[in-house]
């Protein structure tokens, strides 16, 4: 039996589909990356259709690839291989369980931010979660396997530190579940002291499993919140003032940014510039508390530094909520109350990439220094984008494009993404979310027995290779 | 009626004065004015050119009707309530220039920006 006769066995007709639109639709993203239609659609609804369709694929060696939405802005969805199935989880979205105590959720792979923030204020207002300037609309669950990062990741780091276990179809088709809920129903709260199996799912894109069940951390609800803006002028001082402001410990969540995105959310049309004696960078960063003085005076402590730093040059300006709010425009409220539709200023074209990379706090400001010349010699909009992440253990530290997709300009964002990757690399940074192409790059500067681990593990778990082949850019080293 | 610089400086005004301009009867009263008015800030100067409506314009112009002289800090200040417009005056932190010369054309500017940071 061939593989589209089998699903639609395990799924019924209607969740299968190979018709030139959909495989179209599925066949790209938002990106540069190179384009390539899968054979076939299927939508599973529970876990034990997940496992018969992997069941199915190792029979007939049919590459699988898991989707939710497609919006990793990294290819991550894009079939790398002829005659990949895309396994769309969509229709799996519930919300299983909030547990109040452990604070953590259980959810589904097609559970949406903008669904769990919506659930948790109905039913569990002391609680949330934190939340990306993605759409609302993209997945909790394969955010937090992509090891990105989100509205409380200045405080606690990259989105895959949030999980406290999951469950898992392997790519052999068994069902794993790691974590503390491996020993129970409602004993999800936390993935130690165990062996910590969650890393042979996150950061793997898919190529170890599929992902029916997540476990993620809740934090609770401080009553109070407070935002300030600063802007600020050169590399140097703004890197200073972010880490040093980081290092306070005072912040739920830090995004510094070019000007030109602070003008673009005020309201300023494409293609927005920086122009001489505007300052370079704009910082939104957020604190909160158990009361209005623990607030104000996380505030004083930013206030503090900034003010340090306005004895060398006093244009660097720290901007309360209200005043920016009256100053740029009512626009910044979306950006504070993710998820929100506040990513639509990146949808001005067609097209929207960026290499996102973590990086040692100690090359972060050469390395947005350096990145800045290159995307300037390239003439695309300056908009570098930057969080302080864990505490300011290490930076993040990325170049947006939103672009046309002329030929001509996919050509020259293919080749300023290489070399900002080529950069960032040579200051150690590792690129998250990695296309193909950007993986080979990471290659070559990886220990090649961190590769050949990577290649052992990911070929026990899929002896068959079916399981998102040729991400990571795994097989080429064969 | 008002362009959209595409400036930070310049687009903090649009800002303030779209918002104005939303009452019918301050848009025909800024309709008849006629100056030309430099906001000289610590970042970079912009003009704004009043007539049949308001251009607001990165740079200096030559001998403008008024300048007004202040930090983007002092912007911020007052916009936030944390300084009024007259404390500002009395600290030097907002001077004016041409307010001897052309005493109506200052007066009308600083009523419409003091109206436009509600403060
Ligand atoms: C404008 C914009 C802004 C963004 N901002 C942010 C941001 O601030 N922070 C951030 O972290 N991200 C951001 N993103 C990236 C992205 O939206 C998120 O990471 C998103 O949550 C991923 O969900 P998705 O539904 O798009 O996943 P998909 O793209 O469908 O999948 C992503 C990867 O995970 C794999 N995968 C998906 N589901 C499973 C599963 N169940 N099991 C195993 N593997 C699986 C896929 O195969 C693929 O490799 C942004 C995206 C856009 C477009």
Redesign the interface.
């Given at each position: 039996m061939e593989i589209k006769q089998r699903l639609m066995k395990i799924v019924g007709p209607e969740r299968v589909a190979d018709g030139a639109a959909e495989k179209h639709v599925y066949s790209y993203d938002m990106t540069e990356n190179p384009s390539l239609p899968p054979s076939l659609v299927v939508m599973p609804q529970t876990l034990e259709e997940v496992q018969q369709i992997v069941q199915a694929a190792n029979t007939t060696k049919t590459p699988l690839i898991p989707f939710v939405t497609g919006q990793s802005v990294g290819g991550l969805t894009i079939p790398a291989v002829e005659g990949a199935v895309i396994v769309d989880l969509k229709r799996m979205n519930r919300i299983i369980e909030v547990d109040e105590e452990a604070m953590y959720v259980l959810v589904e792979p097609g559970v949406t931010f903008g669904h769990l923030k919506k659930y948790l204020d109905d039913h569990h207002p002391t609680l949330r979660y934190t939340y990306p300037l993605a759409p609302p609309y993209t997945s909790v669950l394969a955010n937090a396997l992509l090891e990105g990062l989100c509205d409380l990741s200045t405080r606690h780091g990259a989105m895959a530190d949030f999980i406290n276990g999951l469950e898992a179809v392997l790519p052999t088709g068994e069902v794993v579940r790691v974590g503390t809920g491996a020993s129970g129903e409602g004993n999800w709260f936390s993935r130690y002291p165990l062996p910590d199996l969650v890393g042979l799912f996150a950061g793997w894109q898919g190529m170890t499993g599929i992902v029916t069940k997540m476990a993620l951390q809740l934090w609770p609800k401080m009553p109070f919140n407070r935002h300030v803006g600063l802007?600020c002028f050169g590399e140097e001082p703004t890197i200073r003032m972010l880490t040093r402001i980081a290092r306070t410990q005072v912040l739920d969540d830090s995004v510094c940014v070019s000007?030109p995105l602070?003008?673009m959310v005020?309201?300023?049309?494409a293609p927005?510039?920086l122009?001489?004696?505007?300052?370079d960078y704009g910082m939104l960063l957020t604190v909160s508390g158990n009361t209005e003085t623990e607030v104000s005076e996380k505030i004083n402590v930013i206030r503090r530094i900034v003010n340090e730093e306005r004895e060398t040059d006093?244009?660097h300006?720290?901007?309360?909520w209200?005043?920016l709010m009256?100053?740029?425009?009512d626009q910044w409220g979306p950006f504070v109350d993710l998820p929100s539709e506040m990513y639509k200023v990146l949808a001005e074209h067609d097209g929207l990439t960026w290499v996102g990379t973590y990086i040692h706090p100690k090359y972060w400001k050469t390395v947005l220094e350096e990145g800045r010349a290159i995307v300037e010699k390239y003439g695309f909009e300056l908009i570098a984008n930057l969080k302080a992440m864990k505490g300011m253990h290490f930076g993040e530290f990325k170049f947006i494009f939103r672009f046309p997709k002329d030929d001509d300009t996919v050509k020259r964002v293919r080749e300023c993404n290489a070399e900002l990757l080529d950069l960032a690399l040579s200051y150690g940074a590792i690129p998250y979310k990695t296309p193909v192409w950007a993986a080979k790059k990471l290659q070559e500067r990886l220990d090649p027995n961190f590769v050949m681990l990577m290649r052992r593990v990911q070929r026990a778990l899929d002896p068959n290779g079916i399981m998102n082949p040729g991400r990571w850019g795994l097989d080429e080293r064969d | 009626m008002l362009n959209?610089p595409?400036?930070?400086?310049g687009?903090?005004l649009y800002?303030?004065l779209a918002r104005q301009f939303e009452d019918d009867r301050l848009l025909s009263e800024v309709k008849d004015w006629r100056m030309t008015v430099v906001l000289d800030t610590?970042?970079?100067p912009v003009t704004l050119t009043f007539a049949d409506g308001i251009t607001i314009e990165?740079g200096a112009v030559p001998n403008p009707t008024i300048i007004l002289g202040t930090?983007?800090?002092t912007?911020?200040?007052i916009?936030?309530?944390?300084m009024s417009p007259v404390r500002g005056l009395i600290n030097r932190k907002l001077r004016i220039r041409g307010l001897l010369k052309h005493p109506r054309a200052a007066f009308r500017f600083y009523r419409l920006i003091v109206r436009a940071?509600?403060v």
């Open positions: 802007l000007t602070v003008k005020s309201g300023v049309a927005v510039e122009y001489d004696g505007e300052p006093s244009r300006v720290l901007i309360s209200e005043g009256k100053l740029m425009g | 959209e595409k400036d930070l400086v687009n903090v800002i303030l610590d970042y970079y990165r930090t983007f800090d912007i911020v200040s916009a936030a309530e944390e940071m509600g």
